[in-house]
């Protein structure tokens, strides 16, 4: 009823740039705190980016000054910019959303597929 799905991952040089985006549709009443996670090869999945409703925003101390997450509410979507990429960067990205449903008006946690970001040096 509700799904996310991101795009936009792919290999790039390091020092590079890509830009990530999350589509949420379905049943959406309205949409709280969006974020992006990552997950590398036998590591736990860690928040990189989260953002509300309202704009304010934080992020891992690993990416600040490098990474930027905005959202358009209008289009629920939001994205993730990332310049400056470095090999350590290589993951998979996962869209996060804690979204009140128009079926029943609860709160739940929606996670994307993912998308994977590889970072050669």
């Known amino acids: 009823q509700v799904q996310l799905v991101e795009s936009g991952g792919g290999l790039v040089q390091a020092g590079g740039s890509l830009r990530l985006s999350c589509a949420a549709s379905?049943?959406?009443?309205?949409?709280?705190?969006m974020g992006w996670y990552r997950q590398a090869p036998g590591k736990q999945r860690d928040l990189v980016a989260a953002?509300?409703?309202?704009?304010?925003?934080n992020y891992a101390d690993s990416v600040k000054g490098r990474f930027t997450i905005s959202r358009d509410n209008a289009k629920n979507m939001v994205y993730l910019q990332m310049n400056s990429l470095k090999p350590e960067d290589t993951a998979v990205y996962y869209c996060?959303?804690?979204?009140?449903?128009?079926?029943?008006?609860?709160?739940?946690?929606?996670w994307g597929q993912g998308t994977q970001v590889s970072v050669s040096s």
């Open positions: 379905g049943m959406i009443f309205s949409i709280n705190a």
């Open positions: 996060n959303a804690n979204i009140k449903r128009r079926t029943d008006y609860t709160s739940m946690i929606y």
């Open positions: 953002i509300t409703n309202g704009g304010s925003t």
